[in-house]
């Protein structure tokens, strides 16, 4: 589903191809962030993560999709602890990551800065999931939990 | 929120620059040009960035900052970031961001001591570390 | 005692709490449960039936966007915030499913689940939780400018991460140049645990305030030397009065004007 920009479905997505659109994720990121109830320095490092993994899409392949999820756990082994959290998906057909394993390594850099930022975007989120092989596109989910892990 | 313009103004001997709060990328680069050129005209102790307004900083960011106040040392110049906010100091430590050879301080009236007060060794520890 | 399995079909959506409508190809409403009249505050399903199901909700165009895409699809589910005609926004689980005989679609099925109360519990269970870890690791302004926060028990990750956080939030509030971290009342610590007090200070002076670290037991300087633990960077001395002494008489202009 494509989200107007009035619309108040907590999930949707949206296409990423120029550095306002950057913005305009941050900006619905946040937006999220603040109705499931994060608290400030929580939000602050979705939106960071945001930042890092959409700047990506643009830099390696131009354009890409960001997708966004409202998550709810009634975890089985702890029935009174109810969790939300947010669930983020970027996706590019660009050229994929080649070696996985070194764009994971902290301090990995394509030469111009923290590059990847993969370790990042892992450091500031609870859980990150990357699909990526040379010439197949890469896709990377983030998730993070509030109250309770 | 729109896009707003940074402002750069001569304080004393010293170049006060405020960053809006959700800066567009053109703005950022901009935003370098118009610092080496009030760099250029003025000839000051330094720079203040004052990000007191921005909430969130990546690593685009943080590497124009390292560029910027490179360039500033190079031409003789300090650049103290001025007023960050909590929740950016939390993720900036996180994501072991680099903002280079860079002061700090809690506000822009900190700063400018920093930059113009006396004994102003003490100061200079604050400097950056990544981790 | 023989159970109609056929009665008992169709009185179970009638029993369900979770609301439930069906509706023609159409969006008609041709059934409603209890459920969905109690939850949409109609008198009954008379009132309801016949009638578009956009119709209970202010965002109707959106409700039947859904419904429609979901068809499409083949089902959806999904979360929005709808309101009802006495404007109460809830925020509503929703699921909608072709009903199909013989491979065609004939009617179709929504049902919402109110979770409006789920994230209230989910906020309040959150903010006990923090005023829990707030309560057990108090910082104090002791004096204008300086900062102190007595840190007690074990330090955990959840623990240091929130209290890391405050501190660096008291300091922009306050104003406040020096946070004197006091660990006397820390048993022990261990690589991690120094490894979250060295990011405190790191992220401290990012502020422009720096921290004095107080209250190092021999037994703990012991775990931080066999460790390889570098503490260099960071001021520190035995004791919280240490702590205040070094902070007051030490040489520098800024703080001697204050």
Not at chain 1, 36 to 58: D, H, Q, W, Y
Not at chain 2, 24 to 29: A, E, G, K, L
Not at chain 2, 40 to 45: D, I, L, Q, R, S
Request: hydrophobic share 40%; with cysteine; aromatic share 4%.
């Amino acid at each position: 589903m494509n989200p107007g920009p009035d619309a108040t479905t907590l999930n949707g997505k949206m296409e990423i191809k120029s550095d306002t659109d950057v913005v305009d994720i941050r900006s619905k990121v946040r937006d999220l962030c603040n109705r499931i109830g994060f608290s400030l320095p929580e939000t602050t490092r979705v939106v960071t993560a945001t930042s890092e993994l959409a700047r990506n899409i643009i830099e390696f392949a131009g354009t890409g999709e960001v997708r966004w999820k409202i998550l709810e756990n009634d975890s089985a082994s702890a029935p009174q602890e109810e969790t939300v959290g947010i669930e983020l998906t970027f996706e590019d057909d660009g050229p994929g990551i080649e070696d996985l394993e070194w764009a994971m390594q902290d301090g990995t850099s394509t030469g111009n800065g923290l590059g990847k930022g993969l370790p990042g975007a892992k450091k500031l989120m609870d859980e990150m999931e990357v699909e990526s092989g040379p010439g197949s596109g890469t896709r990377i989910t983030l998730k993070k939990w509030s109250v309770g892990k | 929120m729109t896009e707003e313009e940074v402002s750069i103004v001569k304080v004393r001997n010293v170049l006060l620059v405020t960053i809006p709060s959700s800066p567009s990328d053109r703005t950022i680069d901009n935003l370098q040009d118009s610092i080496l050129t009030g760099m250029k005209n003025v000839n000051p102790e330094g720079v203040i960035l004052d990000i007191s307004l921005v909430n969130i900083v990546d690593s685009f960011f943080a590497r124009t900052i390292e560029e910027t106040s490179e360039m500033i040392s190079l031409m003789g110049g300090r650049t103290v970031i001025a007023g960050m906010q909590p929740a950016v100091a939390v993720t900036a430590m996180e994501l072991g961001l680099n903002f280079g050879n860079v002061e700090t301080a809690l506000n822009v009236e900190k700063a400018l001591d920093v930059l113009s007060g006396p004994g102003t060794e003490e100061s200079s520890d604050q400097g950056e570390e990544v981790r | 005692m023989d159970i109609d399995l056929k009665l008992l079909k169709s009185k179970a959506l009638d029993s369900l709490l979770s609301a439930v409508v069906i509706t023609n190809t159409r969006g008609e409403v041709i059934y409603a449960n209890p459920a969905f009249c109690d939850l949409w505050e109609v008198e009954d399903s008379d009132e309801v039936t016949g009638r578009l199901l956009g119709d209970f909700v202010k965002e109707k165009n959106k409700l039947e966007k859904v419904v429609d895409d979901a068809l499409n699809q083949g089902k959806w589910e999904g979360e929005l915030e709808l309101s009802r005609e006495d404007s109460d926004l809830l925020e509503v689980k929703v699921s909608a499913t072709p009903i199909e005989t013989e491979g065609e679609p004939v009617a179709r099925m929504v049902t919402f689940t109110d979770i409006t109360s789920l994230r209230e519990k989910t906020r309040t269970i959150r903010r006990q939780a923090e005023q829990l870890i707030e309560s057990s690791t108090p910082i104090i302004e002791v004096w204008d400018g300086v900062l102190a926060a007595p840190l007690i028990g074990q330090l955990d990750t959840e623990r240091t991460q929130r209290f890391m956080e405050r501190l660096l939030e008291e300091i922009v509030d306050s104003q406040s140049e020096t946070a004197l971290i006091d660990i006397t009342g820390v048993p022990d610590v261990d690589t991690r645990t120094a490894q979250h007090l060295i990011e405190t200070v790191e992220s401290v002076k990012l502020l422009g305030a720096k921290v004095v670290l107080t209250g190092i037991s021999p037994s703990i300087a012991q775990s931080i030397v066999h460790l390889g633990i570098d503490l260099s960077e960071i001021t520190t001395k035995t004791t919280l009065a240490e702590g205040l002494k070094h902070i007051f008489t030490e040489d520098t202009p800024w703080k001697i004007t204050q």
